[in-house]
């Protein structure tokens, strides 16, 4: 016989007392998700912080009253000076890579693009 204690004192068989294989079968379950769940979310977490890192921001004398960003998601976009402007972003397929300059991201502060 085990007298494993679990946390709450109660040994394995007064713990699984009165369970059915069914209910010991759907807590396995219930806990194999849990763990699912929280490898995603962790996954998710390290995705959109390796976004953040690789994502740009850049000034362009070419689009005025505008900012010009590159994130691994959206890929070069150009997006106004406003608030809220990340919004309007729209994709930026030609450009000129020589009058782009980088700038910190925190300038954009309240465009809500996604570093700043």
Not at 11 to 22: C, D, R, V
Not at 53 to 77: K, Q
Request: charged share 30%.
């Amino acid at each position: 016989m085990i007298t494993e204690n679990f946390p709450d004192g109660a040994s394995l068989t007064q713990h699984y007392e009165g369970t059915s294989y069914i209910g010991r079968a759907k807590k396995a379950v219930d806990d194999g998700l849990r763990d699912l769940q929280r490898e995603r979310m962790h996954r998710k977490m390290h995705n959109q912080t390796k976004s953040r890192e690789l994502s740009r921001l850049y000034w362009s004398c070419e689009h005025d009253r505008h900012w010009v960003a590159y994130t691994p998601v959206t890929g070069y976009v150009c997006f106004p000076a406003e608030r809220d402007g990340w919004l309007k972003r729209r994709p930026l397929p030609e450009f000129n890579a020589a009058a782009l300059r980088e700038i910190p991201s925190k300038l954009a502060f309240n465009t809500g693009f996604p570093v700043a």
